[in-house]
C-alpha cells in the first residue's frame, strides 16, 4: 500500500497528533501491511500561501500558462501527484481555535486543483479525483466537543475537512478524535488518548482486512474460500 501521512502539529516530540499518527502505522504493521510511505510534515514544509500569481495561474488553461506561470504551480502540481499516487491517506493535526492549522490549511488550497484532483463533467457537475483514497484524520482537541458537550456547535474542524476533501472526492473519511486534552486533568487526558489508540487499532484492523480483501483472485472461486480463510487468521 502506497500511504501518504501528512502532520500538521507545530509541535515536534509533545505532539499528540504526531504520537497517534505513528501509532497508527505501527498498527498497520502489526497488522503485516507492506506499506510504502510518503512523508511530509507541513509545519516543516508549508506549501506556499495563496496569492495573486498562484490565482491566476492555476485558472488559465494549461497551454496558456507562461513559464513564470508554471514555475508558480510546480510545488502544487508535484504535491497533487503525490495524493494521486497514493492508495491512502494519513493526516494528523491538532484543532486550533476550532479549526485547522495555517500549515493545514495552505496544503489544501495548494492541492484543490481544477484538472488534477478535481475535474469539470461535461454535464457540469465537479468529479472528485481522490474517490479510490481511503483516508483517515487523526485529530487533536484541548476541549472536549463530542456531541452533548457544551463545546460541540463550536468544532469548525470535522465539516471543513469533509467539506474539502468531499469537493476532491472523499465521500467517507475516517476520523479518530482524541479529546478533551488540553482543558482537561491528566486522568481525563489519558482516556483520551487510549480511547483515540483503540479507534485506531480498529481502523488499522478493518484496512489490513480491505486489502487482504482485495489481493483474492477473482477468477477462481476456490481461490476466493482461500484467501478468505487466509484473512480471518
Known sequence: MKLMHVDASAKRERSNSRALSRYFLER????QMDLQVDYLDVSVETPPHVDEAFAIATYTPPRERTPAMKARLAASDALCERL???DALVFAMPMYNWSMPSAFKAFVDCITRAGLTYVNADDGSIVGQLARQKVLFITSRGADL??????????ALTPALKAAFGFLGVAAPTFVDAQPLQFADQETRGEALERAR?????????WAKSACVASVPQADANADTEYATLCQE
Open 28 to 31: 498497520l504493521r502489526a497488522e
Open 84 to 86: 494521486l499516487a497514493a
Open 146 to 155: 463530542r456531541p452533548g458537550s457544551p463545546y460541540a456547535s463550536m468544532d
Open 198 to 206: 483503540y479507534e485506531l487499532s480498529a481502523v488499522a484492523a478493518n
